[in-house]
T-cell receptor
Framework: NAGVTQTPKFRVLKTGQSMTLLCAQD?????MYWYRQDPGMGLRLIHYSVGEGTTAKGEVPDGYNVSRLKKQNFLLGLESAAPSQTSVYFCASSLTTNEQFFGPGTRLTVL | KQEVTQIPAALSVPEGENLVLNCSFT??????LQWFRQDPGKGLTSLLLIQSSQREQTSGRLNASLDKSSGRSTLYIAASQPGDSATYLCAVRRNTGNQFYFGTGTSLTVIP
C-alpha cells in the first residue's frame, strides 16, 4: 500500500515550457487535491476533484489545468510555466470529506 | 473566506516539557479540523482529525481540542521529545464547499 505518490520529485523548467505532474493513490479515495506551498503563505488549494471525470477550481487556479480520467490518478498541468509558479506542489486524497493524506511533494523551479 | 492563524510561528522547548500549539479560525461554520506535522523537505503527515461535533481527539501523547464557538483548536503534546521537532499545521474544512484552509504552521524545536 503505497498511499499517495507523486512524480517527479524535482523539476527545473525554463519560462514558457510546459509540464505535467502526476499524482497517484491506491486507497480508492474519491477526493483528490493539488496544493502549492510557498514560504510564509501556507498551503493553498489549486484544483480539486470529487470523483473520476470531475474537477473544480480552488483558491489559486490560474495558470494550471487538471484532469482526473481515472479514479486513482490526478494530473496537474502547467501549459506555459512562469517564475511565479516556482513552488513545492503537494497532492492529497481523502475518502470524501474526511482525513486527507498527502504525497511527498514535487519541488519545481521555473527559471 | 476562512482565515486560519497559528501563533506562535516558532517555539523552542526543553525535552520533557508539555506544550500547547494554537490554531484559530475566523468562520465557525466548519465541518472538521485536521492537525498535521511536516518534517523539513517532506510531505504532511496526518496527526488527528476532529469532526465539528467532537470536542477532542487523542492519539498517544497528542491531544487535540476544538471549540467551534470561539474559533479555536489546540494541540497538546505531552512529554515532548527531540523527535517531535517539526512544523505543525492545522487545516479547517468549511461546511460548504470542499476546500481545506491551512494555517502557516508553528515550527517546534525540542532541545535535548
Amino acid at each position: 500500500n503505497a498511499g499517495v505518490t507523486q512524480t517527479p520529485k524535482f523539476r527545473v523548467l525554463k519560462t514558457g515550457q510546459s509540464m505535467t505532474l502526476l499524482c497517484a493513490q491506491d486507497m480508492n479515495h474519491e477526493y483528490m487535491y493539488w496544493y502549492r506551498q510557498d514560504p510564509g503563505m501556507g498551503l493553498r488549494l489549486i484544483h480539486y476533484s470529487v470523483g473520476e471525470g470531475t474537477t473544480a477550481k480552488g483558491e489559486v487556479p490560474d495558470g494550471y489545468n487538471v484532469s482526473r480520467l481515472k479514479k486513482q490518478n490526478f494530473l496537474l498541468g502547467l501549459e506555459s510555466a512562469a517564475p511565479s509558479q516556482t513552488s513545492v506542489y503537494f497532492c492529497a486524497s481523502s475518502l470524501t470529506t474526511n482525513e486527507q493524506f498527502f504525497g511527498p511533494g514535487t519541488r519545481l523551479t521555473v527559471l | 473566506k476562512q482565515e486560519v492563524t497559528q501563533i506562535p510561528a516558532a517555539l523552542s522547548v526543553p525535552e520533557g516539557e508539555n506544550l500547547v500549539l494554537n490554531c484559530s479560525f475566523t468562520d465557525s461554520a466548519i465541518y472538521n479540523l485536521q492537525w498535521f506535522r511536516q518534517d523539513p523537505g517532506k510531505g504532511l503527515t496526518s496527526l488527528l482529525l476532529i469532526q465539528s461535533s467532537q470536542r477532542e481527539q487523542t492519539s498517544g501523547r497528542l491531544n487535540a481540542s476544538l471549540d467551534k464557538s470561539s474559533g479555536r483548536s489546540t494541540l497538546y503534546i505531552a512529554a515532548s521529545q527531540p523527535g517531535d521537532s517539526a512544523t505543525y499545521l492545522c487545516a479547517v474544512r468549511r461546511n460548504t464547499g470542499n476546500q481545506f484552509y491551512f494555517g502557516t504552521g508553528t515550527s517546534l524545536t525540542v532541545i535535548p
